[in-house]
T-cell receptor, first 113, second 113 residues
Framework: KAGVTQTPRYLIKTRGQQVTLSCSPI?????VSWYQQTPGQGLQFLFE???????NKGNFPGRFSGRQFSNSRSEMNVSTLELGDSALYLC????????????FGSGTRLTVV | EDKVVQSPLSLVVHEGDTVTLNCSYE??????LLWYKQEKKAPTFLFML????IEKKSGRLSSILDKKELSSILNITATQTGDSAIYLC?????????????FGTGTLLAVQP
């Protein structure tokens, strides 16, 4: 079966712009979580969605937002990009909340110049 | 604030060596500890540990959790160049139904031929 698909793979944006990243979970998975990975901070939890509802949110500014659609696909948006937003953005999907079998996608590498 | 700390930050060994990677955690309502291997982008699941003192094994890799010491170790015996990767440790809190993972910054392992 297909894994977690993230698009685009790479992205270069200019400071002040906004960006939208997409994540398609494994078929049947209803939970999607997002993480930001930087060399200094490691993986940091952004937010998680289940059945189109945000269930949990990490300590990121309001410029970071997301949503989940009825087919479980999820998008995250970052507005007013800053240089420090350059990172690998990973999403992970699982069947349900509080369970296991967490599968990560290959991520979107965002570079802000 | 919940946190996970990994050591060492990086490690260089030769093929055939045995390595031990460390992970300590301070997580409210700790539920489980997970180890992942990240070679390029997508972290891949290695182990999930919930019970103290029970070793999980998979080939040359093994891991054990010590709930008294709030720590876990990942052992790799007879290392191979293919073991070169970032090894990530993550803890799950039990608060509510959530898939949130709290990651350490990772240990970068380089295995030289």
């Amino acid at each position: 079966k297909a894994g977690v698909t993230q698009t685009p793979r790479y992205l270069i944006k200019t400071r002040g712009q906004q960006v939208t990243l997409s994540c398609s979970p494994i078929s049947g998975h209803r939970s999607v979580s997002w993480y930001q990975q930087t060399p200094g901070q490691g993986l940091q939890f952004l937010f998680e969605y289940f059945s189109e509802t945000q269930r949990n949110k990490g300590n990121f500014p309001g410029r970071f937002s997301g949503r989940q659609f009825s087919n479980s696909r999820s998008e995250m948006n970052v507005s007013t990009l800053e240089l420090g937003d350059s990172a690998l953005y990973l999403c992970a999907s699982s069947l349900a909340l509080g369970g296991y079998g967490y599968t990560f996608g290959s991520g979107t590498r965002l570079t802000v110049v | 604030e919940d946190k996970v700390v990994q050591s060492p930050l990086s490690l260089v060994v030769h093929e055939g060596d045995t390595v031990t990677l460390n992970c300590s955690y301070e997580v409210t309502n700790f539920r489980s500890l997970l180890w992942y291997k990240q070679e390029k982008k997508a972290p891949t699941f290695l182990f999930m540990l919930t019970s103290s003192g029970i070793e999980k094994k998979s080939g040359r890799l093994s891991s054990i959790l010590d709930k008294k010491e709030l720590s876990s170790i990942l052992n790799i015996t007879a290392t191979q160049t293919g073991d070169s990767a970032i090894y990530l440790c993550a803890a799950t809190p039990y608060g509510g139904a959530t898939n949130k993972l709290i990651f350490g910054t990772g240990t970068l392992l380089a295995v030289q031929p």
